[in-house]
Antibody, heavy 121, light 107 residues
Framework: EVQLVESGGGLVTPGGSLRVSCAAS????????MTWVRQAPGKGLEWVAY????????YYADSVKGRFTISRDNANNSLFLQMNSLSVDDTAVYYC??????????????WGQGVLVTVSS | DIQMTQSPSSLSTSVGDRVTITCQAS??????LNWYKQKPGKAPNLLIY???NLETGVPSRFSGSGSGTHFTFTINSLRPEDIATYYC?????????FGQGTKLEIK
């Protein structure tokens, strides 16, 4: 059974940093690209960042480019999102999502439960 | 970036109704479009991929169609468990943008 479990969320002050993680199991993690999607309270889904299976290709939403870094550790089946220079607009539930097919970067067939990041003074 | 315009933003419906949601892309995205369902406090679930393909395990009352810039998502004979928010998402180009969502409510 595919499982994605996020961790590392919490309260951080504006300008601060936080690293969220996603532990994957139940599939060959090293073969699939992964994505972070976020959802601000009461708002819609926002695509945040993508990383290919071997970390060769990485893309970011303009709203986080230069502040967030996506990475992965295939040896330990883990996905990360390092978030720096956080602002109140980054307050959201952050989901990690697995792509449906090897080689397909944009269709998400499994999602984690989400982790809440709150940026507030 | 490709903009996805989803309509309506909310819809008041009744059990048994046929529900139709549309999604318009700001440029040609071929058939690179997915539909997700999300209930409050839960992660989204994939329903339709590649514009018209039903994800495994998804009931056949859900369907999708379209290509290029105009897409349609339909629920035939709405059931109570279908009350949720639905999102389209394009993956033709990065960033893989979502529509703003359509919230279904019971009349």
């Amino acid at each position: 059974e595919v499982q994605l479990v996020e961790s590392g969320g919490g309260l951080v002050t504006p300008g601060g940093s936080l690293r969220v993680s996603c532990a994957a199991s139940g599939f060959m993690f090293n073969l699939y690209s992964m994505t972070w999607v976020r959802q601000a309270p009461g708002k819609g889904l926002e695509w945040v960042a993508y990383i290919s299976s071997s970390s060769t290709y990485i893309y970011y939403a303009d709203s986080v480019k230069g502040r967030f870094t996506i990475s992965r550790d295939n040896a330990n089946n883990s996905l990360f999102l390092q978030m720096n220079s956080l602002s109140v607009d980054d307050t959201a539930v952050y989901y990690c999502a697995k792509t449906q097919l090897v080689g397909n970067g944009g269709t998400f067939d499994h999602w984690g439960q989400g982790v809440l990041v709150t940026v507030s003074s | 970036d490709i903009q996805m315009t989803q309509s309506p933003s909310s819809l008041s419906t009744s059990v048994g109704d046929r529900v139709t949601i549309t999604c318009q892309a700001s440029q040609d995205i071929r058939n690179s479009l997915n539909w997700y369902k999300q209930k409050p406090g839960k992660a989204p679930n994939l329903l339709i991929y590649d514009a018209s393909n039903l994800e495994t395990g998804v009931p056949s009352r859900f369907s999708g169609s379209g290509s290029g810039t105009h897409f349609t998502f339909t629920i035939n004979s709405l059931r109570p468990e279908d009350i949720a928010t639905y999102y389209c998402q394009q993956y033709d180009d990065f960033p893989h943008t979502f529509g703003q969502g359509t919230k279904l409510e019971i009349k």
